[in-house]
């Protein structure tokens, strides 16, 4: 029965993970924290002219999913996906670009992230003096 | 001298128009609300089991871009999209759908979408008494 049993459990894992994305449906795809087959990741992120987001109108908005593929409206969701593992999701961590050369210019551009990194909640805003400095932050993340 | 900076301008916005999607970066193309071109939409949702999506594991988390295009990891995107347009991206006013029959267990499952819709940020969050009746609700749009 043991022998059984695991060998059930095998059969309906197999067959979730063959039909699942046959279906074409996330709600017949495993990819749930629960079922332990990857924990979702999954960004809406945003950049607008101003010092806070509650208050700068939002002038590109781009998607970004890393699991269990990278893609996205992202322009490099295969370079962000990488960064932000390499950071282990913490955007404070993107070091800035060596060589990345920026005016002082003050404008003020505020970018958010939100959504689920690894199966955790992310919302994330932060403000740079202008679009040159938040795309020298990193390589692939806040590039968009 | 009117006539040519007509031109010059119906030039400069024809260029970016078919100039922007090849180089297949949001850098490059002008989805901005200050081009004037189209306000973007683009979301992360996510659904988990609890009251509060403070107090919920994210379960599974899908994107949704509805502008210019509708594409994403959600499992309907043409068919949320057109859901959200309908309803003037309220997610209050989807109406239940009519014939959804769902049981009274209370298993609250917790939706929360953040994103851009046609330029306004949106942040909403909403709990139901099952994932039955969250799905009863609209026809896409919830039904990840």
Chains 1, 2 share one sequence.
Not at 81 to 103: F, Q, S
Request: with cysteine; hydrophobic share 40%; aromatic share 6%.
């Amino acid at each position: 029965m043991p022998n059984a049993a695991r060998w059930a459990a095998t059969l309906t894992l197999t067959a979730t993970a063959v039909c699942g994305p046959l279906t074409g449906s996330a709600l017949a795809a495993p990819h749930t924290a629960a079922s332990g087959l990857y924990a979702p990741s999954a960004f809406v992120m945003t950049v607008g002219h101003g010092e806070y987001a509650a208050l700068a109108t939002p002038e590109r908005a781009v998607t970004l999913n890393c699991a269990p593929t990278a893609s996205g409206t992202h322009p490099d969701p295969v370079g962000a996906c990488a960064e932000l593992k390499g950071a282990g999701g913490d955007l404070d961590a993107l070091p800035v670009r060596i060589g990345a050369l920026c005016t002082k210019q003050y404008a003020p551009v505020v970018v958010t992230v939100d959504g689920v990194w690894q199966g955790q909640r992310v919302s994330y805003e932060r403000t740079f003096a202008n679009e040159c400095v938040k795309n020298s932050y990193g390589s692939a993340v806040l590039t968009f």
